[in-house]
């Protein structure tokens, strides 16, 4: 339950709510944005980034923790592991098991590949179970996969890379068609049309969910489908380096089981990395509303093979995180509380901005609010601002908060506050990568003809901000044709002999670059045990 | 000075601030977490765990990311569970109440003791959903079960050894697959990508200099 002081300001929040129902706050001019993102969005804090020493993106920027990832050594560099014994022999190995490696499978397996799955820690323990809002998809009369451009173009600074944005807009209609015959359930009407909202920097309703499990219902129906056909799932299981051919290809990689210690030895004609996302990294120290095993891996691994990055110096910062109570503290708020209606309110009560700005503009707002305005809300772990929920069962009715984001209830629940009656406390938190490994519209690395990526893994697809609803959109459509076009490639490859020379030769280039680092990578899971010797 | 309790992980006492989660409470504790740890914010049921507090005789399940620890807790996560889930093809099978006789026979043996709802870390109705699954309701169970995050504590506690959230995924598939509405304006865009009504205009825009892109996103229509 709240403090007295934060129910003081409970009062004010309260009493500015009837004339702030019905008003719509002024949206920021392009120049408002601008100015406040360099003053305030954490992508351009100077102190949380580091230069990049070696390799394809050699003296760009990167946040310091993933640089420190990058310039430390091989867990197997001194590791004797035989290539010769063949643990698992496959077409397609796909590394990692959350939306965009499922689908991989399920799309590789359906091209008749033999593939397989090997994930850290179990098929689903991933960011896509985690995502609440829902997809996009320009599916409607009064939109267009133009318009879902311009949306996506624009909310990513125009950065973008056309040719994949392209895939991502062109290809949604059909991605969700795709679940939909695969069994998730989408919030329909009676009718049978999509119930769409708005998400942040969205010219029109294009958001499709399933209450505010979307990430969960979509996860579990590919893990039910790769259980179904029977694809290997290999868990608790890492990929710690890729394997090379003396062709320069890939031609697998070196696992480790996490349990016992082992390290095995994949064969596959074509890989893909599908390892998600880098919150676990805690970059600039900011909670994550990541799963746990968001360690950037794939990232570190196709670096070392040879693979350039994109974009490496973006992230995402989620404007709703749970500031209060400090047991979630970090855990992802829905923007679709904002779809619904909710208002972004400060200490004083005032709705200080559009609750619908994009994620990058809105986070930023919020830290300004609670830093130079003075207008936070003290909480035990730092401060925050209201996101004002009791609005929605207003707007739409009394319980819409129940039918629409039942796990936000229950989540709040747990802890005392109900927040259809009561505002919530909120503060960004780290949620996306938006950079990655650089690919090419097929979903292949610019560097290894035979290496793919997708999902968060990727960067380019959208630019240097992502919109809401994008990323579970671009786990499907990328993930999709990941697992054919790996299908079709292993058919025409043929393997060399393997070995691991690319990382002796990395090695000998971080020690040319004057870098000595006793830290190892990738970092597999976060270091949270206390030890207090 | 923070407030500690006395927890007991795998029946071995540790003194941890009184505001953590199990999970973090663990941590804490100097466990590295591998099984039993998943999302971290109630979404996968990677952490299921059982416990019961010194001097009370009631068993609990919960997940161990979403519940504070208290004192006396003695705390068991269950690291793996063998829920059995059977295999099918989504496009061969149709929804009528053979298939659940077929794939789950063993939810018509529920001796209706509630064992599950109680197990349930999401306050899910479960012995409800298997109701509606037996007689064949899908739309009913898949409604009611939505919310599952599979922890699996329910088929932990159930004397028929029913496997209860695939049941409810079986339902959840039907519905979405068979039972619910077709979106018409979802297969009437498809067909219109798929016949190539957007590749002209796709292209156009794609090919806009950087400052036209600007002037068109500052100044475009949002839907009220």
Known sequence: MFTPEMLESVKKVEATRDARMGMEPRRMTAEEKDTLLKKYHPDYRQEGFTEIKIGPNKGQKVPAELGHLLHSNSRILHEKIDLDKVDYDVDVLVIGGGGAGSSAAIEAHEAGANVMIVTKLRIGDANTMMAEGGIQAADKENDSPVQHYLDAFGGGHFAARPELLRRLVMEAPDAIQWLNKLGVMFDKDEEGNMVTTHGGGTSRKRMHACKDYSGAEIMRTLRDEVLNRQIPVVEFTSAVELIKDDKGQVAGAVLLNMETGDY????????????????????????????????????????????????????????????????IYGALVTEKVRSLGAMLVNVDGEAFMHPLETRDVAAASIIRECSDHGKGVTTPLGSGVWLDTPMIERIGGEGTIEKRIPAMLRMYMNYGIDMRKLPILIYPTL????????IGGEGFTKAIDNLLVAGEAVGGIHGRNRLMGNSLLDIIVFGRNAGKAAAAKAKDTELGKMNLDHLEAYSKELEEAGIASDDISPLLLPKYARHER | MEKMVNVFFFGKKYSVPADLTIMTAMEYAGYTLKRGCGCRHGF????????????????KTCLACQTQVEEGMYVASIPFFPTDKRTYEIEEIRPDQRIMMELYPEIY??????????????????????????????????????????????SVRCPAEISHPMVGLLARRLTGKYLAPESKH???????????????????????????????????????
């Open chain 2, 44 to 59: 996968c049921g990677a952490c299921a765990t059982i416990y019961r507090i010194k001097g009370k005789n009631e068993l």
């Open chain 2, 186 to 224: 979802l297969s009437h865009r498809v067909e219109e990508i798929h016949e190539g009504a957007y590749d002209g205009l796709i292209e156009q825009i794609m090919q806009k200099p950087i400052e036209e892109m600007q002037e068109l996103y500052n100044t475009r229509e949002i839907e009220k």
């Open chain 1, 264 to 327: 095995m030895v994949a064969r596959a004609k074509t890989v893909i990395i599908a390892t998600g996302g880098a919150g676990r990294l805690h970059y600039q120290n900011f909670p994550t509303s990541n799963h746990y095993g968001a360690t950037a891996d794939g990232l570190i691994l196709g670096y070392r093979a040879g693979a350039p990055l994109l974009y490496q110096d973006t992230i995402q910062y989620h404007p709703t995180g749970v500031a209060y109570p400090s047991q």
């Open chain 1, 431 to 438: 949620h996306y990568q938006n950079g990655g490994l650089e």
């Open chain 2, 109 to 154: 043996s529920c001796i209706g003791c509630n064992a599950c709802t109680k197990a349930c870390t999401q306050d899910l109705n479960v012995m409800q959903y298997i109701a509606y699954a037996q007689r064949g309701e899908f739309e009913k169970c898949a409604e009611e079960s939505f919310d599952c995050v599979s922890c699996g504590c329910c």
